[in-house]
C-alpha cells in the first residue's frame, strides 16, 4: 500500500516556476515507478511526466519538453515536478500516481494522491 500527499502547487504568473512534491508512506516506495498527471476543468485527465522506480527511465509529455523536469529521492520518500516557463495551458490539478511502469497511461497506476492545484495567470 502506497499513500501519496501532492503540495506546491499554488497561484503564479506566466513565465513563473513552480516545483510540486509528492511525498508517499509505504516500505516499497522505491519499487515503484511515478507519474505525474494534470486535469484542466472540463478536460480530461493527461500524462504530464513519468520516472522508473531507479530514475533511469524519464518520459514527458510533448508540451512540457524542455520545461518540465521530474525526479525523484528515494531515500526521502519523495517525487518532484520542477515546472518553469509556465503558461495558461499548464493550469489544472495535478496528480501524482505509483505503479509498476512509467508508462502515459493512468489505468498503469495503482495509487493516486489527492491533487495540488496549480493557476497559471497570464
Known amino acids: 500500500q502506497v499513500q501519496l500527499v501532492e503540495s506546491g502547487g499554488g497561484l503564479v504568473q506566466a513565465g513563473g516556476s513552480l516545483r510540486l512534491s509528492c511525498a508517499a508512506s509505504g516500505r516499497t516506495f522505491g519499487t515503484y515507478a511515478l507519474g505525474w498527471f494534470r486535469q484542466a476543468p472540463g478536460k480530461d485527465r493527461e500524462f504530464v511526466a513519468a520516472?522508473?522506480?531507479?530514475?533511469?527511465?524519464?518520459y514527458y509529455t510533448n508540451s512540457v519538453k524542455g520545461r518540465f523536469t521530474i525526479s525523484r529521492d528515494n531515500s526521502k520518500n519523495a517525487v518532484y515536478l520542477q515546472m518553469n516557463s509556465l503558461n495558461s495551458e499548464d493550469t489544472a490539478v495535478y496528480y501524482c500516481?505509483?505503479?509498476?511502469?512509467?508508462?502515459?497511461?493512468?489505468?498503469?497506476?495503482?495509487?493516486w494522491g489527492q491533487g495540488t492545484q496549480v493557476t497559471v495567470s497570464s
Open positions: 500516481a505509483a505503479g509498476p511502469r512509467p508508462t502515459g497511461w493512468g489505468g498503469d497506476y495503482d495509487y
Open positions: 520516472i522508473s522506480w531507479i530514475g533511469r527511465s524519464i
